[in-house]
């Protein structure tokens, strides 16, 4: 399997692991966070928004820029663009060639280049980044009194 085969294939299983935490969100709490420092819940499920679309834009087009930090919408509204987005990047992905996998992409903050890697590294590092804000929200769910999917194995709050 091709490192662009593997990426489409975790993509796709992350994507629906995602989704399940997503939908445990309780929508009236995206304002709760754990310690004054931390980020709320909406913002980041608004972050894991942004990672997508950044993700799309990259296979799209080789270019992204860093999304505007505005307010995030709510939460039907991001879920719908959850579902949307991972939806569109699924469908690019299976179009995705070696070729473009390995063509240099930009990514820019504030106007300026901020990464200026193959499209692959561009993907895989929001990939991950995804991955992290995903787990801060699972361990945000029990205290908005939310119950934890099973994400790699089962949660303590499934049925054994």
Do not use: C
Request: no cysteine; hydrophobic share 35%; charged share 25%.
């Amino acid at each position: 399997m091709s490192d662009l085969e593997y990426y489409r294939q975790r993509f796709t299983l992350e994507a629906g692991s995602t989704r399940s935490v997503l939908e445990r969100l309780p929508e009236a709490q995206s304002d709760y966070r754990p310690h004054p420092q931390s980020p709320s819940a909406g913002q980041l499920f608004w972050t894991i928004i942004r990672g997508l679309q950044i993700r799309l834009d990259i296979v799209r087009t080789n270019e992204s820029e860093v999304p505007d930090r505005d307010l995030y919408p709510s939460h039907q509204e991001m879920f719908s663009s959850y579902l949307d987005l991972s939806s569109q990047l699924e469908t690019e992905l299976a179009t995705l060639d070696q070729a473009r996998w390995e063509n240099k992409a930009e990514f820019r903050a504030g106007g300026k280049i901020a990464l200026d890697w193959p499209v692959r590294d561009i993907l895989w590092m929001f990939h991950f980044d995804v991955i992290h804000h995903r787990g801060q929200l699972t361990s945000y769910l029990r205290p908005m009194g939310g119950k934890v999917p099973s994400i790699y194995g089962r949660s303590g709050d499934e049925v054994r």
